[in-house]
């Protein structure tokens, strides 16, 4: 295992767990790839905390009911200096399509070069 290359990712809740990972053991992650889940408010109350500069891919549906919350996680990342990537697909609430995973593994890749 390649420790600087540690990507975490979930659905839904496991999303939101992937993102408290990312909290809890910065050294440890290098990148989070969320499928329609959210940061916990406990996390974003501790801006001054949250680690910096890693990268993040955001897999969202425009009917899920977690999209605006993924649209504020963004910004609050960004603002922290992590590179971030958006894609949508259609679907609400549910696993993306692989082709979705595959640009974000491209998208990851590249940055990793």
């Not at 767990?17 to 109350?45: C, D, E, M, Y």
């Not at 001054?48 to 910004?75: H, N, Q």
Request: contains cysteine; glycine residues 8%.
């Amino acid at each position: 295992v390649d420790k600087s290359k540690i990507i975490v990712t979930g659905l839904s809740g496991g999303g939101c767990g992937s993102h408290a990972f990312s909290f809890w053991h910065p050294k440890l992650t290098k990148a989070v790839v969320i499928n329609t889940g959210r940061i916990q408010s406990v996390f974003t109350s501790q801006k001054d905390v949250y680690p910096r500069g890693k990268l993040a891919v955001f897999i969202a549906s425009p009917t899920d009911f977690r999209y605006k919350e993924m649209k504020r996680d963004r910004r609050f990342l960004e603002s922290l200096g992590w590179k971030t990537q958006w894609i949508e697909f259609e679907g609400g609430h549910q696993m993306a399509p692989p082709a979705i995973y595959r640009k974000a593994a491209q998208w990851l890749t590249e940055q990793f070069e």
